[in-house]
């Protein structure tokens, strides 16, 4: 108990940062699932001919 006290600051800056990380793979997975390549054209209509992906 006494080392998260000591370490609170780092402890608290790591979760925030695991917590984007987390946010931003799921919005990745979330993407790719509708049809999304990753970048930015999600609403594509080039029906997978994407000039991103080769």
């Given at each position: ?53 080769k």
């Amino acid at each position: 108990m006494n080392w998260i006290i000591n370490n609170l600051a780092s402890v608290v800056v790591g979760m925030i940062l695991l917590a984007a990380v987390i946010i931003a793979v799921c919005k990745l997975i979330k993407d790719r699932k509708h049809g999304g390549c990753g970048n930015g054209c999600s609403g594509c209509s080039l029906a997978g001919k994407c000039p991103h992906h080769k």
